[in-house]
């Protein structure tokens, strides 16, 4: 069993910073692709950033340069450093990893962004 636990949501005002951070624990050696996704109330979840194991990444248009991911392939975890913060960034925050066969979510964290 595979689990992904987010930690580092919270309540910022416009212009701060948060840092999320996903940990996988279970009975996998690594996985291909990690990232972050969020879903606000009323709309469909949308890609937030995605690294691969080898250290490529890519960006959601409205996170590119405000938003960094990364990760420890070692400690089976990734980050997502959320700097300039807009309210428009409020939403519930997935972590994500995948294999060529198997994907797993975690259970999200809330960042709520005040104007």
């Known amino acids: 069993q595979v689990q992904l636990v987010e930690s580092g949501g919270g309540l910022v005002q416009a212009g701060g910073s948060l840092r999320l951070s996903c940990a996988a624990s279970g009975r996998i050696f690594s996985f291909d692709i990690m990232g972050w996704y969020r879903q606000a109330p009323g709309k469909q979840r949308e890609l937030v950033a995605t690294i691969t194991s080898g250290g490529s990444t890519n960006y959601g248009d409205s996170v590119k340069g405000r938003f960094t991911i990364s990760r420890d392939n070692a400690k089976k975890m990734v980050y997502l450093q959320m700097n300039s913060l807009k309210p428009e960034d409020t939403a519930v925050y997935y972590c994500?990893?995948?294999?060529?066969?198997?994907?797993?979510w975690g259970q999200g964290t809330q960042v709520s962004v005040s104007s």
């Open positions: 994500n990893a995948r294999t060529v066969v198997v994907t797993f």
